[in-house]
């Protein structure tokens, strides 16, 4: 099996390493095509406004100064031999449940897998941040996603359709289980925090205040706070069917 590794963390992230320990449990054919630096919240992106610069950091490692879609694209045009058998997204530092899908460049590694017609999953675990610090346990889903991904690759995918893997925050003997899920949906809550520089000018941070509104039992958000592993595929098809047949009578 070969695999292709990228992230949106960038190619220094602790979470790439960890997904690399996961990939060499399934095959020795690995390669790592990730961003040079942080590209959290790109969603799926495409650089089209300069040139991208390829870096070898290792043997069949690369850094591109792209998001994880152009990572996706560069590995499986340009510098594999022949596509993956899989392409691994992540791991992420955090969850990639709800509405944060949509944001997550992690995911977008995946969904440009998914259009390029490979199997693609994307990997995020989940953590908690105490004293100015995130606290990221590693090792839950590097000894738990290698079967789980084994079990998936059984599975044909349909067409344009990923997995979207995500890890609770807690040690391994604390989880309470893997479970198939939908996505949840969260409060929006991105607000705009304004502060001034030395000079007095102001600049803005994105902030988030969002809260969970009930979500049905099998929400990808659900499973994650009573410490289940979520499994949630995710179909590229944007259609509204339902509001697609209430528009044919007006039109």
Known sequence: ?????TNDDGINAPGLVSAEKIARQLTDDVTIVAPETDQSGVAHSLTLSHPLRLRKVGDKKFAINGTPTDCAIMGVREIMDSPPDLILSGVNSGQNIGDDVIYSG????????ALLGVKSIALSQAYNFAEGTRHVKWGTC???????????????????????????????EEIDGTQITGQGSFNHGLFMEKRHDGRGFPYYWIKFGREVPNQQADSDITAILEKRISISPLKLDLTDMQFKDALKGMF
């Open 142 to 172: 590097e000894a738990l996603a290698p079967e789980i991904i084994n079990k998936l690759m059984s599975q044909e995918f349909p067409e344009k359709t990923l997995v979207n893997v995500n890890f609770p925050n807690c040690d391994v």
């Open 1 to 5: 099996m070969k695999i292709l590794i």
């Open 106 to 113: 992690t995911v977008a590694g995946a969904i440009e897998g």
